[in-house]
């Protein structure tokens, strides 16, 4: 989570304007950036000579104006805290007087009458109201009224303490000096502790978070100067502040050791970590009730940009789904035009699947069966009418109440689609996405992009070449639905910078989008349809094979590619200035190198998996490696495990089990021997290029897991001999099936991004225009060169 988005959940809705204003101090630095940084270096063609002595004066022009501004906030943040320790501290003095004054009722009570000690007792809590009302404010009193919203054993009685206009001490006043009521002089005291406790913490809390907001910023403001303020900044200004002592921290740590002690007195029996643990879980309460809107707005940002099978276009259309109202004996409906379309695609794919039922195109039950499921499942899949890992689901279900698998009983078969779903290959796609929630939880991958990146200088085509190689070998590792996503952040210091509606940036992030597309094919875990090639090969590929094939195709690929973008979009005509990507300059850490030893361990064993066959069996049991590596270590979390994309897993199990029940009840090799006579006469290369073509089509315009589901069986049917060659060829051409905005995730996250003025870079035109004659060079390059590359590895 970004700090900003940390800064707006950790925060204190009523102080938010009292914190660091980290987004404008982000704003100034890139400004500063702009205008002070990549201007002049623009009006000069030796780079060298700008970074020696004018180097200076710019860092001290930017100096100049940064820290006027951070003073600023350092004055605004230590003013407010002076202000608000004043207040708090105060209502602690007069809560250890009243706990006092409590101590001595409750001990006067068992020795004496209640009349005997009243006139004394009314005295003393008369000092202790006029002290009250002196300090009492409306602020703080309605912040007093807020944790009364969650403190359900509270008595209803108190109803004069719970208004927000009613001053601390008038709430006390009607309890203090009667005897009869201590229980209830015990809830007040219990309530007032519980408060003070939470904004003595929130106070601790506010000066954490910004003293790690002036280290973050200036993080960031000497990375983009190349400069070093933030050692100096931090030791002469910030440490000498106030509020950041080390002895002001101490001194509020022991105000809230003295609120844990009368809490503890009051309701623990002095026990110190009961009370400590009942105070945590008020304060824990208390901020998950204040905060909950901010909690699920983040939350749900955080779900949306993980989604999987959504469309962008399906989010929009929510927004403006107009809505019609149906009325009827029991009140009115309303239903959304969305539900209409929906239901009416339903229909149509359930009205086929009866049909085919119903027709005998097979002579064997279970085949007629099977092709049935086999349509309704790919209607299903093409149309998204549900979610593509629900239609998954249906397939066993489907599967054993047709009686899809011959010859066998229900229960039989149910254990058979089981065993088929999973598969070792499973197991190698969780192997996949916990190396890839290594690398990029510990920035491996990132520090690893930036170092390649920090290389290719500021010539146009230099850069776009480099960042779409980067965004390739970032794609074979954290697979291509994460690679764009780091590589479009990686490249935003260029975006920035460049002038309005200029070509480059438009070119660079089609670059990332096509590139990433192509680096789906370049490691057996890079994407879906990989995994899925693999279990359709017999004998399965070695990770070596798979190289010697994928990534010379990568390469070439991607030089055409880059060619054709630089034909389309002339980025050196617009005379650009880039700025160069820094260097990051943190060191590597332990817990880095060992996740990079793990992959490297783990790639090693996979490459050299028929060697070690005897000993581990299958790719899918060395990628039991990694799992244990990293969880087991702490590394990776249980929030991580829930965070694999588990909608692609199912969706691959349920292509799985589709495969096995075509194949077992005979329907394949029936379309296989129709396919055969239909492409006879026809040599491989003929037939594999026939199908590539289909293949490039069909997954343009559906996911391209999909068309590897639907497809894959068929042609792993069609040449005996061949076999290998025509699967392995589908699976790399539905990675370079990339015309359309919605050919696959890279290029979703290419047509969703915004300039500073939320502007896209790109529209569809865009992707017509270099997406379509892509693909057609990626199917050319595949069907020549990648052909002669399987034929010499044995295919």
């Known amino acids: 989570m970004k700090f900003s988005h940390s800064l707006q959940f950790n925060s204190v809705p009523d102080w938010a304007d009292r914190y660091i204003a980290y987004s404008n101090l982000k704003k100034l630095v890139y400004q500063i950036e702009r205008d002070i940084i990549v201007a002049p270096t623009s009006q000069t063609s030796d780079i060298e000579a700008v970074e020696e002595s004018p180097l200076l004066d710019l860092k001290d022009r930017a100096n100049a104006i940064f820290i006027p501004a951070l003073d600023k906030e350092l004055t605004k943040i230590n003013a407010f805290y002076l202000s608000k320790e004043d207040e708090l501290f105060k209502e602690l003095t007069s809560l250890i007087q009243d706990f006092a004054v409590f101590e001595n009722l409750q001990d006067l009570q068992d020795s004496v009458s209640v009349r005997s000690n009243s006139f004394s007792l009314s005295r003393s809590a008369q000092s202790f109201e006029n002290k009250l009302n002196n300090k009492a404010s409306s602020s703080r009193l309605q912040r007093l009224s807020t944790s009364e919203s969650y403190l359900s054993n509270a008595s209803s009685d108190d109803e004069d303490y719970n208004t927000p206009t009613t001053p601390i001490a008038r709430g006390r006043q009607s309890f203090l000096w009667r005897p009869s009521s201590m229980e209830e002089q015990k809830i007040h005291l219990k309530k007032r502790t519980i408060d003070l406790f939470v904004w003595l913490s929130e106070l601790k809390s506010f000066v954490l978070l910004n003293r790690t907001g002036f280290s973050k910023i200036l993080k960031k403001y000497d990375k983009i100067t190349n400069g070093n303020l933030k050692t100096s900044y931090i030791n002469n200004s910030v440490n000498d502040t106030y509020l950041f002592k080390a002895s002001t921290l101490k001194n509020l740590e022991d105000q809230i050791l003295k609120v844990r002690e009368i809490y503890a007195n009051i309701c623990t029996n002095a026990d110190m970590e009961v009370a400590m643990r009942e105070l945590k879980t008020h ?29 962008p276009s399906m989010i929009v259309d929510n927004l403006v789904d107009a809505k019609a109202k149906i009325e009827t004996p029991f009140g009115g409906i309303t239903i959304s035009n969305t539900f209409w379309k929906t239901s009416l695609l339903l229909s149509v794919c359930i009205i086929v699947f009866v049909l085919l039922l119903n027709v005998n195109l097979f002579e064997k039950p279970e085949q007629k069966n099977c092709f049935a499921l086999l349509i309704f499942v790919c209607l299903l899949w093409s149309t998204e009418v549900i979610p593509l890992f629900v239609t998954s689901l249906l397939i066993p279900l489907l599967v054993v109440c047709l009686r899809v698998l011959p010859s066998v009983s229900a229960s039989e078969s149910a254990h058979k689609i089981f065993e088929a779903m999973f598969s070792p290959v499973i197991m190698l796609l969780l192997g996949g996405f916990a190396i890839a929630g290594a690398l990029s939880k510990y920035h491996v991958a990132k520090m690893m992009a930036t170092f390649v990146l920090a290389k290719a200088g500021t010539r146009p085509s230099n850069v776009l070449l480099v960042t779409m190689f980067v965004a390739t070998f970032s794609s074979m590792w954290i697979s291509n639905v994460a690679a764009p996503v780091l590589c479009l952040s990686l490249i935003q210091p260029i975006l920035r910078n460049l002038p309005p509606n200029s070509s480059f940036g438009r070119c660079l992030i089609l670059g990332i989008a096509l590139a990433s597309n192509v680096g789906g094919m370049a490691s057996p875990i890079s994407s ?59 060191p590597w850490s332990e817990t880095q190198i060992f996740v990079i030893a793990i992959t490297v361990i783990t790639i090693a064993l996979w ?10 069996g299958d790719m899918g049991i060395i990628a039991i490696i990694p799992l244990v590596a990293f969880f087991g270590t702490g590394i990776l979390t249980k929030e991580d495990f829930n965070n694999f994309l588990w909608t692609v897993i199912v969706l691959a199990m349920g292509g799985i089990a589709l495969g ?107 992707f017509i225009k270099s997406g379509i004659p892509g693909s057609l060079l990626g199917l050319a390059s595949i069907t020549t060169v990648g052909y002669g590359l399987m034929l010499l590895i044995g295919f």
Request: aromatic share 10%; hydrophobic share 50%; with cysteine.
């Open 660 to 766: 096995a029940a075509v194949r077992q009840s005979g329907l394949l090799h029936t379309i296989a021997e129709s396919v055969k006579q239909m492409v006879s006469g026809l040599d491989i290369w003929q037939i594999f290029v026939i199908f590539g073509s289909l293949v490039v089509v069909v997954a343009t315009f559906i996911s391209h897991t999909v068309g590897a589901l639907i497809i894959l069986p068929i042609v792993a049917q069609l040449n005996d001999q061949h076999s290998n060659l025509l699967v392995m060829g589908s699976a790399l051409i539905c990675s370079v099936a990339m015309g359309l905005p919605v050919s696959g995730f890279p290029n979703m996250n290419a047509i969703m991004m915004e300039d500073e003025m939320g502007v896209r870079y790109l529209s569809t035109f865009d």
């Open 607 to 616: 490459c050299v998996e028929k060697q070690l066959e005897n000993f581990f």
């Open 283 to 311: 304060l824990r309460e208390f901020i998950v009730w204040e905060r909950n809107t901010v909690w699920r707005d983040i939350i749900g940002l955080e779900r949306k940009s993980q989604a999987v099978g959504i469309k």
């Open 528 to 586: 879906p349809q990989n995994i899925i090639a693999i279990e359709y090969m017999d004998p399965s590929l070695t990770w070596i094979g798979w190289f010697i094939v994928a990534i010379p195709l990568c390469i070439i690929v991607n030089i055409l590619v880059w060619l054709l973008l630089l034909f389309n979009y002339k980025p050196s005509d617009d005379s650009l200035s880039i700025h160069p990507i820094r260097l990051t300059k943190d």
